[in-house]
């Protein structure tokens, strides 16, 4: 039998194994490739991070809960492109101005939030209320919100935000961009909220077992629901920070970042059977795959290697849930 302490050292290293792998990639490339080991590298780490990592979010919520959501990539291009038409001056742009001119950032977020709880709400009815396949329902929700970023702006580019927005992107506090820090404080929001609050051990309880959470009192149809709703206001979010950082929207804006976000969350400890998770986990996951572009970049190999090495560590990333699953059996 293993002592208390001893149980608790083990059980610490398995919930924070992403952390100490983060921290050995990142001492290996510090020893092995010069100029890696300087501030600005790891805030231009951290501000790659921003818009897989605010996806990750969302989607972490909903895998915790046992669902699964394809649309977020999507969404973020969608609510993207919303506000650029809206309020870039230039391309498919209308321009709109307000008065005070600062009532653009809040105005553009409450509109990007707004388009991912709307496709979030779709989602969640098709799910919840006519039980169909999550898998099934948000692949068609990836497939037609593309087709109406391509509607919506006839496949050209809304250009040049007003200058009250791109102050997020611009600005730096600690050498990192202030949007980074957006994307920060949502993960510190919401990891507090799946651990510290009801709303959270229900959602755990849900993804580890929906039958006993029902029985338990949980309302589970409500809360699975709500989840959705959040996870497509996570990536509206996500979208608002992505219009910022290019001042605009394309119609291809953001292709790929489903794959990151899924490699990020799988990475970060979130295990697909459900039940099981924590973002910052998924954050340091995050980082992770950013460091490793960073390092191929530095090295200059061709980028090609970064899609090898992030599908390989996925795998690895699924062995080493089973892992972690089998030693904990052994510990109860």
Request: glycine content about 10%; overall charge positive.
């Given at each position: ?20 792998i983060?921290?050995?990639v ?6 092995a ?22 996806l990750?979010?969302?989607l ?26 809206l ?9 709109f ?16 939030l ?34 109406l ?60 077992n ?37 001042s ?43 460091s ?7 090295m ?25 699953l ?7």
């Amino acid at each position: 039998m293993l002592s208390s302490n001893r149980r608790a050292v083990i059980e610490f290293v398995l919930d924070h194994l992403v952390w100490f792998i983060l921290i050995a990639v990142l001492a290996l490339f510090s020893l092995a490739i010069p100029n890696y080991f300087q501030i600005g590298i790891f805030a231009n780490i951290v501000e790659q991070s921003t818009f897989v990592g605010t996806l990750a979010i969302g989607l972490s919520l909903l895998i915790i809960a046992g669902y699964m959501d394809l649309s977020i990539e999507s969404v973020m291009a969608l609510a993207a492109m919303v506000v650029g038409i809206l309020f870039a001056k230039s391309g498919v742009g209308f321009g709109f101005s307000f008065t005070p001119a600062w009532l653009v950032v809040p105005i553009s977020l409450v509109i990007a939030l707004g388009v991912g709880a709307l496709v979030g709400a779709s989602n969640a009815f098709f799910v919840v209320r006519l039980k169909m396949n999550s898998f099934i329902v948000t692949l068609a929700a990836f497939i037609w919100g593309r087709g109406l970023v391509v509607a919506l702006s006839g496949g050209r580019s809304a250009q040049e935000l007003p200058a009250e927005l791109r102050f997020l992107a611009i600005e730096r506090f600690l050498q990192i961009p202030l949007m980074g820090w957006v994307a920060i404080v949502a993960t510190l929001v919401f990891a507090f909220i799946l651990n510290r609050t009801p709303f959270g051990r229900h959602l755990l309880m849900i993804g580890g077992n929906p039958t006993a959470a029902y029985r338990a009192g949980i309302k589970v149809d409500k809360l699975t629901a709500i989840t959705f709703v959040l996870a497509g206001s996570i990536a509206g979010l996500a979208g608002w920070l992505l219009a910022i950082r290019t001042s605009g929207a394309t119609a291809n804006l953001g292709v790929g970042m489903l794959f990151q976000t899924f490699a990020a969350v799988v990475i970060g400890g979130v295990s697909l059977k459900g039940g099981v998770g924590s973002l910052p986990g998924v954050y340091a996951g995050v980082l992770l795959l950013a460091s490793i572009q960073t390092a191929i970049n530095l090295m200059g190999m061709p980028a090609h290697f970064t899609q090898l090495i992030q599908g390989g560590m996925v795998l690895v990333a699924v062995l080493l849930d089973t892992f972690k699953l089998n030693i904990r059996k052994r510990l109860a």
